[in-house]
């Protein structure tokens, strides 16, 4: 079983029990890059990335091993859960260090919520997801531009300068107020997730601060 680090400490008290064994690895182990190539982290060196987390890929790899063994597939899963001290909140975090694909992507957080709803040793359902839920994906700094690019081809020309403006008073208009999640993830804000987050590496640490994880 992997090292469960300081998984006694006072943040894995709000850490349901069946997940518990699974807490201990910081932000920056978790998005290390999958096995096969060159090793690198999607996250690393700032406050935020030194934060513990439930590994949830892992404990989906334990909880569906009879299915992988049956017929050899396994649901789509997040890399990471954070229970942030005294909110009633989620953190599903996914962190990509090769290409975002919106669908991949989508796939991931349904089945993840299935994980809990099953697993998840806590009364988990679609409409607690819509209340507590919130997807945070952390992806390439290229994909992340390439998206805004391709955004604002779309909007029209007094939209764009609209929001523009409206970003100038913003520190962090990528999760400040208004902002709208990249790959088609902000279809599923109040169907699925509270709310979604698409990041660069480089606002993780932002976003934490932000949420006031650190």
């Known amino acids: 079983m992997m090292s469960v ?5 006072p943040v894995s008290r709000i850490v349901p029990r069946s997940l518990r064994a699974y807490f201990g690895r910081t ?21 935020a990335s030194s934060l513990s987390a439930v590994e949830f890929d892992t404990f989906k790899k334990d909880r569906y091993a ?18 942030p ?12 260090t090769g290409d975002a694909n919106g669908t991949n992507l989508v796939r991931k957080i349904y089945d993840t919520i299935m994980c809990l709803s099953e697993y998840g040793g806590i009364r988990f359902s679609y ?22 690019k391709s955004r ?4 029209s020309a007094n939209l764009a300068c609209a929001l523009s403006r409206a970003m100038v008073y913003q520190d962090n ?15 599923l804000e ?8 698409t990041l660069s590496p480089g606002k993780f640490a932002a976003f934490a601060r932000d949420q006031s994880w650190v």
């Open 5 to 9: 680090g300081n998984s006694r400490g």
């Open 152 to 155: 604002q081809k779309r909007q």
């Open 190 to 197: 109040g169907v699925i997730v509270s709310r979604v987050f």
């Open 27 to 47: 932000f920056c182990q978790i998005s290390e890059s999958k096995p096969g190539t060159k090793v690198s982290f999607c996250v690393q060196d700032s406050d």
């Open 85 to 96: 001290k005294g909110k009633n909140q989620i953190f599903a975090v996914e962190f990509k």
């Open 127 to 148: 409409e607690r997801a819509r209340k507590e839920l919130c997807y945070v994906v952390v992806a390439p700094e290229r994909d992340i531009k390439a998206e805004e």
């Open 66 to 83: 009879s299915m992988w063994q049956k017929c050899g597939h396994l649901p789509c899963s997040v890399d990471a859960l954070y229970f």
């Open 173 to 187: 208009p990528e999760f400040g107020e208004g902002a709208r999640a990249f790959f088609g993830l902000n279809k």
